[in-house]
């Protein structure tokens, strides 16, 4: 496969597009960093300034963004709804604590971090990673002291595994977005996603942790109580059932049972991806597994079978089942909105005709475009701290340039793009603060762990995805 490249813009042709572009970056940084402005707010205004700069009417730059935000709302809104109803069950029924507790239950302490990053990117798989990282905290927390390690050894593997799923993996919300934008084939970059990830979990995570934890070495925070007092305590404060007996705390589903039914989206989703490769287009056996393998019809499935495996499997009963589900929805409220606008940032950016200034700018030159597009992620996460926002921007400026790659090259630029979103977390971040107070660390000492960890993920996936490039 030849490599793509991309050559500089001709000075006369960028008129007031480039300058339309980058005055909206620059108000979308400002507001969020600077003036704290929710990211909703944010994007849109920073929509209306590139369709004023760029010269597009009011009215059209309304109408692109308007469009831009149901296209996007109707692509990934209920694929991150169902997704959020899966990683709630999950949690509430207590099916993530049964694989913390039997992967890290059969592991000795020089393979803890292995399990540990294991345990992330398992948890990481279903879930959106501020839902992961307060599930994992009590995990590494309790891991870290029984082990009597150091917070760093143990909790920057899981870190690891859970960002790195949360970067280039769908269904998570930034993948899902660019797949979107992009036209990528969903199965197809799922399969590669993985095939990116591991490698990256590894690096990023046990290997990084044993020179992170020499550099930092600090011990579990007293913020939890062990697993057992917590259930002896939940015994202990029970309410009575009638006759003035205790209830019965909720069991656990099966650690064979939680992990199927965790991978079963995965699997519809690489069976719908193999199947168009292998199989006979019309053929039965194709058409069932196109059909089960679509996104929303994966995890429809996925939830319904959850409700079972999960709910009924836990002893919960319908209420709480339905409680469990309805629950999941209030805090995607937020995320919503903010890919839905970012969709709409980007169908202005496409509409005042960047895009194809880009995609003019793919001839003749040595920069790859997985490189742009890596590079052009990093610097609106360097300015903004949000990967989402990122993977939206990038997306929506690298979508006009589609149409010279095939499916392969397609899927490695939403991978390219979601590498790039993950680069050096730092203070304008939420999930830098999160960490630092979760692991009771210093700003440096957050800044050589997790900002380095989130850097060496985004180096070695674009690392990976530019040598998947010469074979895909």
Request: net charge negative.
């Amino acid at each position: 496969m030849h490599p793509i490249v991309l050559a500089a813009a001709p000075a006369a042709s960028s008129g007031r597009l480039v300058p339309a572009a980058l005055a909206g970056i620059a108000l979308i940084v400002v507001l969020i960093t600077y003036f704290k402005v929710h990211p909703f707010l944010s994007l849109t205004l920073g929509s209306l300034l590139v369709g004023a700069v760029a010269g597009l009417p009011v009215a059209d730059t309304i109408d692109a963004f308007v469009k831009g935000f149901g296209d996007t709302a109707a692509g990934v809104g209920a694929l991150i709804a169902f997704g959020a109803m899966f990683g709630k069950l999950l949690a509430d029924s207590g099916g993530a604590d049964q694989i913390v507790d039997t992967i890290i239950g059969r592991t000795g302490r020089r393979f803890l971090p292995w399990a540990m990053a294991l345990v992330g990117a398992l948890i990481g798989l279903p879930m959106f990673f501020e839902i992961g990282l307060v599930l994992l905290v009590p995990v590494i927390v309790l891991v870290a002291r029984r082990a009597q390690m150091s917070i760093i050894a143990v909790g920057i593997p899981a870190l690891a595994g859970l960002s790195a799923m949360h970067g280039l993996v769908p269904p998570h919300p930034g993948p899902l977005v660019a797949i979107d934008a992009l036209k990528a084939d969903l199965g197809l970059t799922l399969g590669l996603g993985i095939l990116v990830a591991l490698p990256t979990i590894a690096l990023s995570g046990p290997v990084f942790a044993r020179y992170a934890a020499r550099w930092v070495d600090v011990p579990a925070p007293d913020l939890y109580v062990t697993g057992a007092d917590e259930r002896e305590a939940e015994d202990e404060h029970a309410a009575p059932a009638e006759g003035g007996m205790k209830v019965k705390p909720r069991r656990r589903p099966s650690f064979p049972v939680t992990l199927l039914t965790v991978l079963l989206p995965v699997v519809l989703m690489l069976g719908k991806a193999i199947a168009d490769i292998t199989l006979d287009e019309g053929g039965h056996a194709r058409t069932v597994l196109d059909n089960l393998g679509t996104p929303l019809v994966a995890l429809i499935i996925a939830v319904v079978v959850a409700m079972f495996t999960f709910g009924l499997g836990s002893g919960m009963d319908r209420d709480a089942i339905a409680s469990s589900l309805a629950g999941s929805l209030p805090p995607i409220a937020g995320p919503l909105l903010i890919v839905a606008a970012g969709g709409g940032f980007k169908q202005t950016l496409v509409d005042t005709g960047i895009g194809d200034l880009v995609a003019d700018w793919v001839k003749d030159s040595d920069l790859s475009v997985l490189f742009l597009a890596w590079l052009v992620a990093v610097l609106i996460r360097l300015a903004t701290g949000s990967a989402t926002v990122a993977t939206v921007t990038a997306a929506g400026i690298l979508a006009p340039v589609v149409s010279t790659l095939d499916s392969g090259e397609t899927s490695l630029l939403v991978l390219a793009i979601g590498a790039g979103s993950l680069f050096f977390s730092h203070v304008n971040d939420a999930g830098f603060w999160l960490v630092k107070e979760y692991f009771g660390l210093t700003v440096g000492q957050n800044i050589r762990t997790w900002s380095i960890m989130e850097t060496v993920i985004s180096v070695s996936g674009l690392v990976l995805v530019l040598l998947l490039n010469l074979v895909v």
